[in-house]
């Protein structure tokens, strides 16, 4: 939710982030990874990576992760070098903004 404003453009209430929602998601995302079919892994780790990792919530990034590794732990043997090659490019970026 944006910060309300005044007529002058002051933010007369700070912005709320309603965390606990995407945290829930983060959560069942973790219990469903034994049900993943590998083109929904595929996409799911696009998603981690992308949107999930990245969250401005540390629960939720702390949930997120948890899920990430789930689904890896669970199906990234299979398909572990195309995950690589996917995403090493997307993790090189990450790692520099994080330094």
């Known amino acids: 939710m944006p910060p309300r404003l005044d007529a002058f453009g002051r933010i007369v209430e700070q912005p709320v982030d309603t965390w606990e929602p995407r ?18 892994v ?12 990245g969250d401005r919530s540390p629960e939720v990034r702390k949930n997120m992760l948890a899920a990430a590794l ?27 903004r994080c330094s």
């Open 42 to 53: 595929s996409h799911l780790i696009s998603f981690f990576v992308s949107v999930g990792l």
């Open 70 to 96: 789930a689904a890896v732990d669970l199906h990234g043997k299979v398909r572990h070098g195309k995950y690589v090659d996917s995403y090493s490019a997307d993790i090189s970026q990450m790692t520099k």
């Open 23 to 40: 945290s829930g998601v983060a959560l069942a995302l973790a219990q469903i990874a034994p049900l993943l079919s590998p083109k929904s």
